[in-house]
C-alpha cells in the first residue's frame, strides 16, 4: 500500500475522493458506466419485472390447484403466503409499497405495464421514503450544510438505472454514511477496510453503527471537522480536479473552512442513545436484502433498534 494521506486515507483514496476499490467478488453490471458497489443497481428494472412475475405465476398455479381442488400438504398455504410477505418486504421495502421509484420513473411511468397497481412510486408526491430535493439530486446545491448533512446518506429511491459514482443517494453500505449527529470522529475505522466484501454491517466493524471511528472514506472526508479543511492536491498542481463537484477538500480560500477538533472518546462505542440520530431504516440498504432464500431478513447493525 501507498503512503498515507491525511487523516489517514491511503494515497489512492486521497486522489479518487475516497471511491471505494471495487469488491473481489461484487456484482458486476452488463450496463456500460454503472459499476462498483451498486452495479447490482443496474439489473433493478428486470428484478422488479422478475419479482413480479414470479409472484402472478405463483397466483396463477395456486388458482389452478384450487379450481380443480387438488389438496395441498398441511400448512402449505400458509407457508407460502409468510414466504410471500417476506419476498416482498424484501424487494419493495419493509414498510410496503411506494418507498422506490418505479424504473420508469420520472419520464416514462406511462409505460408502467402496471399503472395504479404499480408497487413503486410514479412520482415525488407518490413516494414513501426519505428523498432529496431536486436541486440535491442534480448537484446544483453544493453549500457545506448539503455536503455534511445529506450527501451519500439517504438511501436511493432511484429504479432506473444510473452510475452511483454521480448520485448523491447511498446505495450500499460501503457508499453510505451514517448521519455525523450521532458522534462518530473523522478518525478511520481499523476493520472497515478488512471486511468490504462482507454484506451485513455489523460483520464489517465489531461495534457496528455504534463505531467511533469513520466507517469508509466518505464518512471521513465529508465529516463536519474534516469537510473542505485540507486543499484538493489536484487542483493546487494545477491538474484538473477528477472528483469535481463532489470534492470533499477546498480548491480556494472561500472554500476553506476552519472547525474545532473535534471531541471523541475513541475508547468505546457511542453511547446507545445516540442511535436515535441514525438514520431511518439504515439496516437495510435498497438490494441488500435481496438474497437466494425468501425466508432471510438482514440483520440489524449492533446498536440500531431491531424492527
Given amino acids: ?5 491525511p487523516m489517514g486515507l491511503t494515497g489512492i483514496e486521497a486522489q479518487t475522493g475516497g471511491v471505494p476499490a471495487p469488491v473481489p467478488g461484487a456484482a458486476k453490471s452488463d450496463t456500460p458506466g454503472v459499476e ?3 452495479a447490482g443497481a443496474a439489473a433493478e428494472g428486470a428484478s422488479h419485472a422478475a419479482a413480479a412475475g414470479g409472484e402472478a405465476l405463483g397466483a396463477a398455479r395456486g388458482a389452478e390447484r384450487s379450481r380443480k381442488g387438488a389438496p ?17 418486504q424484501q424487494v419493495y421495502g419493509t414498510k410496503g409499497n411506494k418507498t422506490r421509484f418505479c424504473a420508469q420513473f420520472p419520464n416514462e411511468v406511462r409505460r408502467c405495464r402496471r399503472g395504479s397497481n404499480c408497487a413503486f412510486a410514479h412520482s415525488r408526491e407518490e413516494i414513501q421514503a426519505p428523498i432529496l430535493t431536486v436541486e440535491e439530486e442534480k448537484l446544483e446545491v453544493l453549500d457545506a450544510n448539503f455536503f455534511i448533512e445529506r ?5 436511493c429511491p432511484i429504479g432506473a438505472k444510473h452510475g452511483w ?14 448521519h455525523p449527529s450521532i458522534g462518530y470522529g473523522p478518525k478511520p475505522c481499523e476493520h472497515w477496510g478488512k471486511s468490504a466484501a462482507a454484506t451485513q454491517y455489523d460483520k464489517r466493524c465489531p461495534s457496528g453503527a455504534r463505531c467511533p471511528y469513520a466507517h469508509g472514506a466518505k464518512e471521513q472526508m465529508y465529516h463536519p471537522s474534516y469537510f ?22 477546498f480548491h480556494s480560500k472561500e472554500e476553506r473552512r476552519v472547525t474545532p ?9 457511542l453511547p446507545e442513545e445516540n442511535m436515535r440520530f441514525l438514520q431511518h431504516e439504515f439496516s437495510v440498504p435498497p438490494l441488500g436484502a435481496l438474497s437466494s432464500d425468501p425466508s432471510s431478513k438482514p440483520a440489524a447493525p449492533a446498536g440500531y433498534p431491531k424492527q
Fill in 261 to 269: 477538533k473535534p471531541v471523541v472518546d475513541y475508547s468505546k462505542p
Fill in 72 to 88: 395441498g400438504r398441511p400448512g402449505e398455504k400458509e407457508d407460502r403466503s409468510k414466504s410471500n410477505i417476506t419476498r416482498f
Fill in 151 to 155: 450527501f451519500k446518506i439517504i438511501w
Fill in 228 to 249: 473542505r479543511t485540507v486543499p484538493c492536491i489536484d487542483f493546487s498542481s494545477g491538474r484538473e480536479c477528477p472528483r469535481g463537484k463532489v470534492c470533499a477538500f
Fill in 165 to 178: 459514482q454521480k448520485c448523491a443517494y447511498a446505495h450500499t453500505f460501503q457508499d453510505a454514511r451514517r
Fill in 1 to 5: 500500500s501507498g503512503p498515507s494521506g
Fill in 36 to 38: 462498483g458497489p451498486d
